[in-house]
């Protein structure tokens, strides 16, 4: 399955050899786009759900729930992302 997804067939066509693999530096780059969308979505929406679901959270346990997942995103981030800390903080304002 990877051999369709990642290997155009000009990479295919690049070695004989079995154990050597050629992949689509494009192809990668849009696997890594999507994945890290749907790691940032996710991080995003766990705590609304969790918000909307728990209908006993206090304030203070919202705000807890809201700054840790706020953390986590941005911890996040900058480990998968290079990113630099203007950028940051204008990502977690917007």
Same mark, same amino acid.
């Given at each position: 399955?990877?051999?369709?997804?990642?290997?155009?067939?000009?990479?295919?066509?690049?070695?004989?050899?079995?154990? @050597?693999?050629?992949?689509?530096?494009?192809?990668?780059? @849009?696997?890594?786009?999507?994945?890290?969308?749907?790691?940032?979505?996710?991080?995003?929406?766990?705590?609304?759900?969790?918000?909307?679901?728990?209908?006993?959270?206090?304030?203070?346990?919202?705000?807890?729930?809201?700054?840790?997942?706020?953390?986590?995103?941005?911890?996040? @981030?900058? &480990?998968?992302?290079?990113?630099?800390?203007?950028?940051?903080? @204008?990502?977690?304002? &917007?």
């Amino acid at each position: 399955m990877q051999n369709l997804l990642f290997k155009s067939k000009s990479e295919r066509r690049k070695s004989e050899n079995e154990l @050597i693999h050629h992949y689509s530096e494009g192809r990668l780059s @849009i696997a890594q786009k999507i994945l890290i969308t749907i790691l940032a979505v996710g991080i995003m929406l766990i705590p609304v759900f969790v918000l909307f679901l728990d209908e006993y959270l206090s304030r203070g346990k919202m705000a807890c729930v809201v700054g840790s997942f706020v953390a986590v995103f941005m911890v996040t @981030i900058c &480990a998968v992302v290079d990113i630099t800390p203007h950028d940051l903080f @204008i990502g977690i304002a &917007a």
